[in-house]
């Protein structure tokens, strides 16, 4: 059972620091990936921090609620319990004189849209990394607020690491000379109420965005999930992962552009993505929680057609990228379609507009495949994948460790994790799903398609048959 006990410190000028969860994390213990049934301590220089940070709070009681709250929800995942022990969770409240609004107001100075949601919007999307002074002002406060943890991991992926070209799902821009064992959630306290949907009142939308150092050191950079109390934008700042969001023009079945991304290669621990852009059997990386792969599980009499690691539409674009699974705390209520790509059958349309299902659920969490993906980061970040006899190399490392995951831990994290049962767990839940216009059932749908083989390749002309073989065949064919 993990503790979500809260102890605070109090600061100079209001400031409150928090550590969250201590008792999980004090003595540095995880399961050890290699040997199943016992536990390894990490050395401290290998744990993963965890600083949390509040915009347009202006009182304390206020921000540590949002604090337990998002303790709960991220132990609630797990994943992240089985490695709690690893996991340094701390918190620091500064008071804003304001909430977070347009006016830029709040202590760390969050752009919010005048809807009081978003954090993006038009020419502003890039607010986070402009040149302009509000902006420049909003990083400096963060990186103080950060720097008041003087603990704090700032391992980084070295600049040498290459995971690939830029046509991959993660790139090398992406995470050179990023904070490897550091990560910021930014809640943010929004001075407009939302009241779509209910309950979510003061919560903006999320995003993440990475922020450098102030000159000279600005190759050094940090991920920051912002705005969110939920952990959907905590899986992209940590663990990388992407949107699973089917992107449409809002209008019948179109489509923006063309995503020209391609698998990596070759695959690294690093390169890992959630999202993938082919359907050949041999390259798909979650093909083992597929219905052919640890489970056999085939429709029978009345079971219907298990689900679970197939191809799923999705991923910002409609065509062409895939996915594991129909639901995922990395997909969302934005963009998607409930059960088929033809307009007139799909129950998300209200006038020809796409209004978005909602593919992450009211009790969201990771499927099968984003879940082993956080897996492999927690456990690369903590040099639990690395041997006696590993090249130096962390580019070698990446493609080594991820062979080492295929032939022989991963069916360890199989078993730590009980993956069996979740594989069962999630195809009942998918089983009563029928989200067709009538009723239909999800195995129904045209969302998601099986893994294909690859075309063999033409066979090569043989060389031509001599007089006696054709006299042969022709004899042959004769009744």
């Not at 129950?347 to 495949?369: N, Q």
Request: aromatic content about 10%; overall charge negative.
């Amino acid at each position: 059972m993990v503790d979500l006990s809260i102890t605070e410190e109090v600061l100079a000028d209001g400031k409150v620091r928090y550590r969250l969860g201590e008792p999980n994390w004090a003595g540095r213990r995880i399961p050890d990936i290699h040997r199943p049934g016992s536990t390894i301590q990490i050395r401290t220089d290998r744990m993963i921090d965890v600083i949390i940070l509040g915009d347009g709070f202006t009182d304390r009681a206020t921000f540590r609620a949002e604090l337990e709250d998002w303790l709960a929800a991220f132990y609630g995942f797990p994943i992240y319990e089985t490695f709690a022990g690893c996991f340094r969770i701390r918190a620091l409240y500064t008071p804003s004189n304001q909430a977070a609004s347009a006016a830029r107001g709040s202590y760390y100075r969050c752009w919010i849209s005048s809807t009081g949601r978003a954090l993006e919007a038009g020419d502003n999307v890039d607010w986070p990394n402009s040149p302009a002074a509000e902006d420049v002002a909003f990083r400096d406060a963060i990186w103080r607020s950060v720097d008041l943890f003087t603990d704090a991991n700032l391992r980084r992926y070295p600049a040498s690491l290459d995971i690939g070209d830029s046509d991959q799902a993660l790139t090398n821009a992406g995470i050179r000379d990023r904070y490897r064992n550091l990560v910021v959630s930014l809640l943010v306290r929004s001075a407009l109420p939302d009241t779509d949907p209910p309950g979510f009142d003061l919560h903006v939308s999320g995003r993440v965005i990475d922020i450098p150092r102030s000159a000279p050191n600005q190759a050094i950079h940090m991920a920051v999930a912002v705005g969110a109390l939920e952990l959907h934008e905590f899986g992209h700042a940590f663990a990388q992962l992407a949107d699973e969001y089917i992107k449409t023009d809002y209008r019948g079945r179109g489509y923006e552009g063309d995503d020209a991304r391609e698998p990596p290669s070759p695959t690294s621990v690093f390169s890992l993505s959630n999202l993938w852009f082919s359907n050949l059997t041999p390259e798909v990386p979650w093909i083992h929680l597929s219905p052919g792969g640890w489970q056999r599980r085939t429709a029978s009499g009345q079971d219907p057609s298990p689900l679970v690691g197939w191809m799923w539409v999705g991923g910002m674009r409609q065509h062409g990228v895939w996915h594991a699974e129909y639901m995922c705390l990395m997909n969302g209520g934005h963009h998607n379609f409930a059960f088929t790509q033809v307009a007139a059958d799909d129950p998300t349309i209200d006038d020809g507009v796409v209004k978005g299902a909602d593919l992450r659920g009211r009790a969201p969490s990771f499927c099968l495949w984003c879940q082993e993906i956080v897996a492999i980061r927690i456990l690369e970040k903590t040099d639990q994948l690395l041997e006696a006899g590993d090249s130096s190399d962390i580019t070698t490392q990446g493609t080594l460790w991820w062979d080492r995951w295929v032939e022989r831990l991963r069916a360890n994290y199989r078993t730590l994790l009980n993956v069996d049962q979740q594989i069962l767990d999630a195809e009942s839940r998918y089983a009563a799903m029928f989200p067709g216009k009538n009723g239909e059932p999800l195995w129904r749908s045209d969302l998601y398609a099986v893994p294909t083989a690859p075309t063999p390749p033409a066979a090569s002309p043989g060389p031509s048959l001599t007089g006696e073989e054709l006299l042969l065949l022709t004899a042959a064919a004769l009744p």
